[in-house]
């Protein structure tokens, strides 16, 4: 995937670490704008919400202090504040948007040694084996496109870390991962919706049969791999839509993926501030804020009616007990 920028903001400490001399010397062709701090550019932040596509073609690069973990109880044990935040791509409902509304643009940081140091020792401190997703923030295989942060991460991890490390993907650019002595600790989850949804509104990611085909070959090179539902968009026709994914999932997932792998279904939020953003940026995309259909949850939320979503969730038990019933379903949230 060619992935361009149009000016890189950047924090002159950044350019202290190796990281940062390499992007340097990358993107030399490109702007450079000096920043006090990566958390707040007040150019950028003024800008009007139609401008959020062009805010997207923007790369920051900083060095990350916040390394705080968050207790996590799902795939794993603790989501881990890591080497990006943001994402290059622009999916609709992108809950990174919540947290940083039109900023949403990805971030590198620098301090990869300092961040991977900090895992390794907190993974060695935990009373039995951990799983730390890393991936929370952002994209890391897109991510690695740019820095080729996931070699180091994950041979590293697989010579000298305890437990597993995780990430979820929307992208096929898979194959710098798979010659890596991972030992078995990295797994690699892969997010999927109908192809005529991420058509429409996962704006910018990797079309769905080379989705699962970047899975068949990680699960190959014997990464542990999770299929990865997410968010489930209850568009007006959204049975045969999903109906029609689990289809193609059976037919081309490999049978060691089908074997060896697990799912997790989320169903999708939204918010009052995406809605606006979009409304602004992407006129005539897919609406998402159905008001019949959502209810409010917390300040400037909104979910599916918990009769919509139980629909929702015996359908898609249905469907994957017929289709894909040797992979178990860990959760639907």
Not at 189 to 209: A, F, K, Y
Not at 242 to 253: G, N, S, T
Request: glycine share 6%; charged share 20%; aromatic share 10%.
């Amino acid at each position: 995937m060619n992935m361009s920028f149009d000016a890189v903001y950047y924090e002159p400490n950044a350019l202290d670490y190796e990281l940062g001399k390499m992007l340097q010397a990358k993107y030399a062709d490109l702007p450079w704008v000096e920043i006090e701090n990566h958390n707040h550019i007040p150019e950028l932040t003024a800008a009007d919400n139609r401008n959020f596509p062009k805010l997207k073609s923007h790369l920051i690069i900083g060095v990350r202090k916040t390394h705080k973990y968050v207790p996590n109880h799902k795939v794993s044990d603790w989501l881990v504040p890591y080497t990006s935040s943001g994402c290059r791509a622009m999916c609709l409902y992108c809950y990174l948007v919540c947290n940083y509304n039109k900023c949403a643009y990805l971030r590198l940081f620098v301090n990869r040694e300092q961040m991977l140091d900090g895992l390794l020792k907190k993974a060695a401190a935990a009373p039995f084996p951990q799983t730390f997703e890393i991936g929370s923030n952002s994209d890391l295989v897109l991510e690695n496109t740019i820095t080729d942060n996931l070699r180091d991460t994950i041979e590293r991890f697989g010579s000298e870390g305890r437990g597993h490390l995780t990430f979820p993907t929307k992208f096929d650019m898979v194959h710098p991962l798979l010659n890596l002595n991972h030992r078995g600790k990295t797994i690699i989850r892969m997010s999927v919706n109908p192809q005529d949804i991420i058509h429409r509104i996962e704006l910018g990611t990797s079309p769905l049969h080379a989705r699962i085909q970047a899975l068949n070959h990680v699960a190959d090179a014997g990464y542990p791999v999770g299929l990865l539902i997410a968010p489930v968009i209850l568009l007006p026709d959204w049975k045969r839509l999903y109906d029609e994914l689990i289809e193609q999932l059976a037919d081309e997932l490999s049978k060691k993926v089908r074997q060896t792998g697990f799912i997790e279904i989320i169903l999708m939020t939204y918010s009052f501030v995406q809605n606006a953003i979009n409304t602004d940026a992407f006129p005539g995309a897919v609406q998402l804020l159905n008001r019949e259909s959502m209810t409010g949850r917390g300040r400037g939320k909104y979910c599916y009616r918990k009769d919509i979503r139980i629909e929702a969730e015996s359908f898609l038990r249905q469907k994957l007990s017929q289709q894909l019933g040797t992979m178990p379903i860990l959760y639907i949230s």
